[in-house]
Structure formats: structure tokens, C-alpha cells
């Protein structure tokens, strides 16, 4: 196994990694920017080094100062976590390039997921539903998605190929919205990822996000760990995701499961992942996107089989071959995760400052993956993601009542969260019945005149 593997990520995921290895008997090198000297992450390690100023650029993206903090530090492995430089093929290859092993999946497969309109391709010849869209290696020119847009039929959306973050998309349900829109598309995905390239996939309505957790090794062996249902989220973005999705059958999710499998096999892929569908009404799904990485709602997953996601990627980057067969896959109850933001609830504006008094919840079936405590500055330059209480309990109906008590336990002084929110969601009654789409939290959002722009919401989902 590794002996020292270094974390390049900050916040909750960058803890959990530590406390992954510290099981596993591995030693651990935080990394950090000046803005983050009294964060968790860097106490808990066992050795660390400022890596850059507070912008994520210089710090957290910088893969040069990474490379040279772990082989200075003489790290064997590193880890990248969510967002940062967790889908960046580039990173992958300068690790393996320095003899460092990349605890995730090759670069190649990174780079042809991170390019949605191949990866759509690629789908499609194996057999894996995608929603009509863009041919090709997708769109530059407004005309030419006016040309797509007449022969998908309205409404659609605009999305950015190396898209991510929700950033570049936009539903638009007609031509003349479609010549305003593109360009805003368009800029943001130039701003976002440095690229132009754009496509548009038929804008499925009321559709569920129903995503599957594969595990694969690199002797070819891949599982799927069941289901998440992301479809409670703002702006593109998960804020509630939970395990089982509450409509789907042992039929349709054995269908989508060997879908999800055959979309990471047919490429190759090993390590963690989640294959993206939509589900519509009528139980067709498409395959929306891969994302080659753990991502920030895999302890819902952990809650229901019981495996360790972080552990397993560590031990599938050694090289070890899978000990789960599908078939030994099991589900216990049903979890939910509740993503907690420093925001303003009302505006949904950042809401940065120092945390006076931080008592997170407890109990059975109650697990809260935070960097927080008393007196900690949330900084203003990354994502707001400050806590993620995920719920487990046997019946879904047992996880909305255990998560209502945690989250009235739960006190976070001196900012604002979205808590609140939160604690409204669990009363309605569309939501306990899991009757639900996408479009669900539009019914919360404040009144447009007084809607703010979107607060700074990293790449991972
Ligand atoms: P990103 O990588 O930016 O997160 P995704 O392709 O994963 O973008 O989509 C994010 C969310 O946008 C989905 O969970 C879903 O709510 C919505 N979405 C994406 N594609 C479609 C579509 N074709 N029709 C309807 N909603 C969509």
C-alpha cells in the first residue's frame, strides 16, 4: 500500500481523505494557501505546506507547487478529491509523469469525459441512451445552433462541451431567446473553462437526475453501487440528493445499473465514478454526463451498502482488484444528504465570516462531514459548501423525521446557512411523497426582481 499520499484539496473532502487513510495506516501531506493556515484539514494531517496566495490559481490549481510540495514531502500518491484539479487530465499525467500514483482514473479517460459532446458519441455507439443534440464535436457559431435547435424542436439547452458547475447552460424556448442566450452561454463557458465550444441537447421537462456509483478496477472489473437521485437542485446545482431514488423499480434500476456499468467498461475506465442519467416521466433515461471523480454526495452511497468509496479508490490506485462481485452488492435503508452552504438563505448570496458557535448534530443514523469549528473564518475565495449532514434510517419516511430533528439540533453561529431552506423542503409534502423533478426548488427561489447572481459554486456536483 502507499506510504504517504498528499491531499490536494482543502475542506470537508480533503478530511475525509485523511481520515480514509489514517484507516488504511497511510500518512497524509495537506497542502494549503495562506487563507486556509488555521483550517481542519492542515491540524489533522500529519505534515503540511503552504502551497500559494488565497486565489485558487495560485494554490489549489497551481499543479506545479502541488508536484513539488509531494515530491519534496515524498508522497507516493496523491489524491484529488472534488472540484479543484479533480477533472484536469493534465494534473493526472503531470502526477504519473513525476512517479507519483493519481488516486483516480487515467488521464485519457478524464480528458474524453470532460469532452461532453465525444463522450456523448462514444454513449451512444455502446448502446447507452443520450438525448438528441448536437452532432459532432458541437457548436461555435450561433447559426449553427440555430440550424440544430430547428431540427431538435423547443425547448432546448445550451451547454458548454467542456461544461461543469452548470456553468454555460441555459434552457432556451424559442429562436429569438436562443440568439440572446448563446452568447451569454457561450462567455460564460470561455470565462469558466477556456473553451467556445458549445452544444444543445432537447431540453428534457420534469425529469428526475438519477446518477449511478461504479467501482472499477484496473483488471477491467466494474460494479455499480446502486442509485442517487439528485434531482432536488438550484440553478443546475445538487442541493438534496438520496439513495434509493423513491420511483424507481428493481426493474428499471437493474436497467439503468448494467447501462451505467457497460458506459464505464466500454471506455476502459478504473477507479470511482458516476454515470449521469435523466429519467423521464415515462421511465426512458438518457445519459447525461460521466463524472471521473468521487463526488461531493458519495456518503449517501456509504450509508446504504456500507462501502467505503474513499478506501476503495485509494486501494483500486494501488492496484487492487475489486472484492465486491455485483451480485454481493447490498442495500440497507434509505439516506439522504443535505448540503449545507454559508449563504444568505433568502438571497442566495455568499455568506463568508467567522463561526462563533459550531455544534453539529449526533445521534443514530446522523453523520456530518464539516470543517467547521468555533471560531473558524469561512474565506471568501472558494465554494460555500461548508457542511454535508447526510441521514440514514431503515424507511425513507424515518430519514425526512431523523433529518428534521438533526438539522433543528444543528448550530452554526456568527453566518448565515441555508439551513432553513432546507428544514421548508422537508415539510412539503410533493417532497415526502417524492414526488419531484428538477424544477422542484423553483417554487423557493425568491421573486425574480429580487434574485441575486449565483454564488460562486465549484465544478463538482
Ligand atoms: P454540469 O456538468 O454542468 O453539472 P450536467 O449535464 O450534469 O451539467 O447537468 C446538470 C443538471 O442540468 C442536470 O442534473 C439536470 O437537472 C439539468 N439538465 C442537464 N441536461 C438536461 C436536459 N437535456 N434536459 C433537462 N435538464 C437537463
Redesign the pocket.
Known amino acids: 500500500m502507499f506510504k504517504k499520499l498528499l491531499v490536494a484539496n482543502r475542506g470537508t473532502i480533503a478530511i475525509r481523505i485523511i481520515r480514509a487513510c489514517r484507516e488504511l495506516g497511510i500518512s497524509t501531506v495537506a497542502v494549503f494557501s495562506t487563507a486556509d493556515k488555521g483550517a481542519l484539514h492542515v491540524r489533522m494531517a500529519d505534515e503540511s505546506v503552504c502551497i500559494g496566495p488565497p486565489a485558487a490559481e495560485d494554490s489549489y490549481l497551481n499543479i506545479p507547487a502541488i508536484l513539488s510540495a509531494a515530491t519534496t514531502f515524498g508522497a507516493d500518491a496523491v489524491h484529488p478529491g472534488y472540484g479543484f484539479l479533480s477533472e484536469n487530465g493534465d494534473f493526472a499525467e503531470a502526477c504519473q509523469k513525476s512517479g507519483l500514483s493519481f488516486v483516480g482514473p487515467r488521464a485519457r479517460h478524464i480528458r474524453l469525459m470532460g469532452d461532453k459532446p465525444r463522450a456523448r458519441r462514444i454513449m451512444r455507439r455502446a448502446g447507452v441512451p443520450v438525448?438528441p443534440g448536437s452532432e459532432g464535436t458541437g457548436v461555435t457559431e450561433v447559426r449553427e445552433a440555430q440550424t440544430d435547435a430547428k431540427r431538435l424542436g423547443y425547448p432546448v439547452?445550451i451547454?458548454a462541451a467542456a461544461?461543469?458547475?452548470?456553468?454555460g447552460?441555459r434552457i432556451v424556448r424559442d429562436a429569438a431567446e436562443l440568439n440572446r442566450l448563446f452568447p451569454l452561454a457561450q462567455g460564460e463557458s470561455e470565462a469558466s473553462f477556456s473553451s467556445r465550444k458549445m452544444y444543445l441537447?432537447?431540453?428534457?421537462e420534469r425529469?428526475r437526475?438519477v446518477e449511478f456509483q461504479i467501482l472499477a478496477d484496473s483488471q477491467r472489473n466494474a460494479i455499480h453501487l446502486g442509485e442517487r437521485d439528485?434531482s432536488i437542485?438550484r440553478r443546475?446545482q445538487k442541493v438534496i440528493e438520496e439513495s434509493p431514488c423513491p420511483i424507481l423499480t428493481a426493474r428499471l434500476r437493474e436497467k439503468m445499473g448494467k447501462a451505467a456499468v457497460r458506459a464505464a467498461s466500454v471506455v476502459g475506465y478504473s477507479n470511482v465514478g458516476t454515470v449521469?442519467f435523466?429519467l423521464s416521466g415515462n421511465g426512458e433515461f438518457y445519459f447525461?454526463?460521466m463524472n471521473t471523480r468521487i463526488q461531493v454526495e458519495h456518503g449517501v452511497t456509504e450509508m446504504v451498502t456500507g462501502v467505503d468509496l474513499v478506501k476503495e479508490s485509494i486501494r483500486m490506485a494501488w492496484g487492487e482488484p475489486l472484492k465486491l462481485k455485483q451480485r454481493q452488492v447490498t442495500f440497507g435503508g434509505a439516506a439522504m444528504e443535505f448540503r449545507i452552504y454559508a449563504e444568505d438563505p433568502e438571497r442566495h448570496i455568499p455568506s463568508p465570516g467567522v463561526v462563533s458557535n459550531h455544534h453539529p448534530p449526533g445521534g443514530l443514523g446522523v453523520r456530518v462531514e464539516t470543517a467547521l469549528y468555533d471560531g473558524y473564518r469561512v474565506p471568501v475565495h472558494y465554494d460555500p459548501l461548508i457542511a454535508k449532514l447526510i441521514v440514514h434510517a431503515e424507511t425513507r419516511t424515518e430519514v425526512i423525521a431523523r433529518a428534521k430533528a438533526a438539522l433543528r439540533e444543528y448550530v452554526i453561529d456568527g453566518i448565515k446557512t441555508n439551513i432553513p431552506l432546507h428544514l421548508k423542503i422537508l415539510h412539503d409534502p410533493d417532497f415526502c411523497r417524492g414526488e419531484f423533478a428538477?424544477d422542484f426548488l423553483r417554487r423557493y427561489e425568491p421573486p425574480k426582481a429580487e434574485a441575486s447572481p449565483p454564488a460562486p459554486i465549484s465544478k463538482a456536483?
Open positions: 438525448l439547452l451547454k461544461g461543469g458547475g452548470g456553468k447552460m441537447e432537447k431540453y428534457l425529469a437526475h439528485c437542485q443546475h449521469e435523466l447525461i454526463e428538477t456536483s
